[in-house]
């Protein structure tokens, strides 16, 4: 919930923006009328650094929702809160099936087999499409890109540009 409220705020806040007219267009020419531009600038900057931080958070959000169901599970199944191994408990995401039963041993220990299954299910190896990487691993390495190394801010300007009509 608390990352669908952080998504449509940057949605929100993206729309206010470009609704404010953030560009401003001039008509120029030269003296001897031989050169007109068209000249845009931006007038409003938009907010990248604010709306890159509750984007993080969004992932963020979502990422520590599939770790809250597991350990709710533990507690669940195990009846016991807090549920045995807590500290390691979280939801595996694993790109090759090799490596899901190490991961599971260790994250999902005392849950039970069929949880495990349908988790397994899940993995991004068991979610091939000819053109689209799977969600989880979408998910996982944009949380350990944001956890891990400094915030990045991506976005694409034309500086200058001019086109010519001959």
Not at 89 to 105: N, R, Y
């Amino acid at each position: 919930g608390r990352a669908h409220d952080h998504v449509q705020t940057v949605k929100d806040e993206i729309r206010a923006w470009k609704d404010s007219s953030p560009y401003l267009v001039t008509r120029e020419t030269n003296a001897d009328f031989t050169r007109y531009s068209l000249i845009a600038r931006i007038s409003n900057e938009p907010p990248f650094q604010r709306w890159t931080l509750i984007i993080g958070d969004a992932i963020h959000n979502l990422r520590c929702a599939l770790d809250h169901l597991i350990y709710a599970i533990a507690i669940h199944e195990s009846g016991q809160n807090p549920p045995p191994h807590e500290g390691q408990l979280a939801f595996p995401i694993c790109d090759e099936p090799d490596s899901f039963p190490k991961e599971a041993d260790r994250r999902l220990a005392g849950i039970s087999n069929p949880v495990r299954a349908a988790i397994e299910v899940s993995q991004p190896y068991n979610r091939p499409h000819p053109d689209l990487p799977p969600p989880l691993a979408i998910l996982r390495d944009l949380e350990n890109a944001d956890k891990h190394k400094l915030l990045r801010l991506a976005f694409t300007a034309v500086v200058k540009g001019e086109v010519g009509f001959t």
